[in-house]
């Protein structure tokens, strides 16, 4: 989605401006900010010009000063926000728009995967590997676009994982389309059950874990493959281990080890499951906060099936991740409602906790 638009500044902006006269140059206002604010000791303690404590001219001049620059700090950084189309944490970009009840679709270009298709944007279209949460259509509705727009490209025909409880419909939905457009949508359909791992490729797999929404629904964990010298063999020397490894030994045991977890939509229940470890110590956990504030309750999160930022707080003694990014946001919130919510949630977790933001406006559009 394109950025919100900021080129017209807000009123306090301009009001900062008009602190300095239309004739200093860049350096000279630098200056006269600089001992405007070197004269706010003596004026605050009546030294100063203006006298009477703080309350004179000068007073009155260095309080409008500070709230502009208040406000102008305030804005740069909603500025920045709404320019920020991914994120980058644990050596992992993440891209994707996850907007509550519109659209989600989160990718790892790096693992080429993506989680859930929205509305089929094209920024999803070369990742080879889909994984879909539940059926819900801000979730699934762009799936035959994804598979069409891959053949239009000429890309192979995709890998997309499903909930085994709606494969049925998924390929009865691509065969209407299929005949609506008298188009061959190309794709290799998968069913992956709670327990099944799929390999991706020779040092990646993934996993499905059971959430909790309002219908169906699995989330995916991403591990990376690792062979690690068995235990018995760790005395021996390098020359050894090579001659028990030619003579067709084996010598290493598979690790698993968990990189990049996506729930999709569901309650916090998943994070008190026992079978759900591997999710909560991945280094990377992507993950659900649809409602952040007290005009929505708790209940109300979980009558829908989803998560208040509060539950995650409460439970937050359970994550082990390195890196923690929130999604789903309703669309009554702005990038200041947020980012105020991930800097509340950030002091309850040792993990780093970010916000995929796409598609959220700022008070200052």
């Known amino acids: 989605m394109a950025a919100t638009s900021l080129l017209s500044l807000p009123s306090l902006r301009l009001t900062h401006r008009l602190l300095v006269p239309a004739s200093s140059s860049a350096p000279a206002s630098r200056s006269q900010f600089q001992t405007l604010a070197a004269k706010k000791a003596a004026v605050a303690t009546g030294t100063g010009e203006g006298g009477g404590g703080g309350r004179g001219a000068g007073g009155r001049l260095l309080s409008v000063l500070d709230r502009a620059m208040a406000d102008e700090e305030e804005y740069r950084r909603a500025r920045a926000q709404v320019q920020r189309k991914g994120v980058e944490v644990e050596g992992y970009a993440i891209e994707g728009v996850s907007v509550g009840g519109h659209e989600t679709c989160v990718t790892v270009p ?5 989680f859930d298709i929205g509305r089929g944007p094209l920024f999803a279209v ?3 590997y889909l994984f879909i949460t539940h059926a819900h259509l801000d979730h699934i509705g ?4 994804y598979i069409a727009t891959r053949g239009l490209y000429n890309l192979k025909p995709p890998v997309v ?10 390929e009865d939905l691509l065969q209407i389309h299929r ?3 008298q188009v061959d949508l190309k794709v290799e359909l998968v069913a992956l059950d709670l327990g099944e791992t799929f390999e991706i490729r020779n040092d990646l797999v993934a996993r499905p874990f059971e959430t909790h929404h309002a219908i169906p629904s699995q989330g995916y964990v991403i591990y990376s493959v690792r062979r690690k010298l068995k235990k018995q063999y760790a005395h021996l020397k390098g020359n050894q281990i090579m001659k028990m490894k030619q003579s067709g030994a084996e010598i290493t045991d598979t690790i698993l080890y968990p990189e990049v977890a996506f ?12 079978r759900n470890a591997d999710a909560l110590r991945a280094k990377v956990l992507i993950t659900e906060a649809t409602f952040l504030d007290d005009q929505i309750d708790v209940d109300h999160a979980r009558e829908h099936g989803h998560m208040h930022l509060s539950e995650i707080m409460e439970h937050s003694q359970w994550f082990r991740n390195k ?5 789903h946001f309703s669309n009554r919130y702005s990038l200041e409602d947020i ?6 949630l950030q002091s309850k977790l040792s993990s780093k906790v970010v916000a995929l933001t796409e598609g959220f406006k700022s008070d200052y559009r």
Do not use: E
């Open 142 to 145: 762009g799936l035959p676009m």
């Open 263 to 274: 729930t999709g939509d569901t309650k916090s229940d998943f994070i008190l499951d026992p």
């Open 323 to 327: 890196a923690i990014v929130l999604t």
């Open 339 to 344: 980012r105020q919510a991930v800097s509340k």
């Open 179 to 181: 005949r609506m457009s």
């Open 126 to 128: 070369s990742q080879d």
């Open 110 to 114: 790096s693992l080429n995967v993506a």
């Open 161 to 170: 994982f499903v909930p085994p409880c709606i494969k049925d419909d998924v």
